[in-house]
């Protein structure tokens, strides 16, 4: 089945630092979303990319939908204690039904 | 958006007890709904897709006798872990749509249920 790898597994910021993470398929998908999880709660949707190429903002938030359609990434510009959290990417090819990748922790520097 | 709701938050029960998990669509009609599993520090894994008045479709490796899925109504469904092992252990995650068409429609997640079973 398709499997989406998603890097890094984690990483740790420095309030006002712009992180990066993206995610790569072996094929493609039709839609990208990218969701955020906080401890012992649901994903939330921070981003969907419809189209190939599509780059979308979402305050400090920006995603581009890879032009080959098998990749996604995502920018968090100058940090915050908030953005603290799993950050999934997930990708849609028919039928409503989601695959997630493995999750991006994003943890404070001490 | 949309809400969705699950019941119990958390739960902690015997092993070789059932226990049943509600997801529930607020504010709109559900007519797919979704079932997630997520073991500590691991991604979302789906077990089952259930629209509303049929049978459940079940992912492979998840036994259907052992998680029984209900989506009697537009609203609600439910998730039924029967003879619970401490292998069971995880986070349950629900998610909706509103529709079950070919293009996608958001997936509004619920806050999930922690089972714990001792």
Same mark, same amino acid.
């Given at each position: 089945?398709?499997?989406?790898?998603?890097?890094?597994?984690?990483?740790?910021?420095?309030?006002?630092?712009?992180?990066?993470?993206?995610?790569?398929?072996?094929?493609?998908?039709?839609?990208?979303?990218?969701?955020?999880?906080? @401890?012992?709660?649901?994903?939330?949707?921070?981003? =969907?990319?419809?189209? *190939? !190429?599509?780059?979308?903002?979402? +305050?400090?938030? &920006?995603?581009?939908?890879?032009?080959?359609?098998?990749?996604?990434?995502?920018?968090?510009?100058?940090?915050? @204690?908030?953005?603290?959290?799993?950050?999934?990417? =997930?990708?849609?090819? *028919? !039928?409503?039904?989601?695959?997630? +990748?493995?999750? &991006?922790?994003?943890?404070?520097?001490? | 958006?949309?809400?969705?709701?699950?019941?119990?938050?958390?739960?902690?029960?015997?092993?070789?007890?059932?226990?049943?998990?509600?997801?529930?669509?607020?504010?709109?009609?559900?007519?797919?709904?979704?079932?997630?599993?997520?073991?500590?520090?691991?991604?979302?894994?789906?077990?089952?897709?259930?629209?509303?008045?049929?049978?459940?479709?079940?992912?492979?490796?998840?036994?259907?006798?052992?998680?029984?899925?209900?989506?009697?109504?537009?609203?609600?469904?439910?998730?039924?872990?029967?003879?619970?092992?401490?292998?069971?252990?995880?986070?349950?995650?629900?998610?909706?749509?509103?529709?079950?068409?070919?293009?996608?429609?958001?997936?509004?997640?619920?806050?999930?249920?922690?089972?714990?079973?001792?």
């Amino acid at each position: 089945g398709q499997q989406l790898n998603q890097s890094p597994q984690s990483m740790f910021i420095q309030e006002g630092e712009d992180v990066s993470m993206n995610c790569t398929s072996s094929s493609i998908f039709n839609t990208w979303l990218w969701y955020k999880q906080d @401890p012992g709660e649901g994903p939330v949707l921070l981003i =969907a990319l419809y189209k *190939a !190429g599509e780059l979308t903002s979402n +305050g400090r938030l &920006t995603a581009q939908f890879g032009i080959t359609r098998k990749d996604s990434f995502l920018n968090i510009s100058a940090s915050i @204690p908030s953005d603290v959290g799993i950050y999934f990417c =997930a990708g849609h090819y *028919a !039928g409503n039904m989601l695959t997630f +990748g493995g999750g &991006t922790r994003l943890m404070v520097k001490p | 958006g949309a809400v969705v709701s699950q019941h119990p938050s958390w739960v902690i029960c015997k092993s070789g007890t059932s226990v049943k998990i509600e997801c529930r669509s607020l504010d709109f009609q559900a007519t797919t709904m979704f079932w997630y599993r997520q073991f500590p520090k691991q991604s979302l894994m789906l077990m089952a897709t259930s629209n509303e008045g049929s049978k459940a479709t079940y992912e492979q490796g998840v036994e259907k006798d052992k998680f029984l899925i209900n989506h009697a109504s537009l609203t609600l469904s439910t998730l039924t872990v029967t003879s619970a092992h401490p292998e069971d252990s995880s986070f349950y995650i629900c998610s909706a749509s509103d529709s079950s068409g070919v293009s996608y429609n958001e997936q509004f997640f619920g806050p999930g249920t922690r089972l714990t079973v001792l």
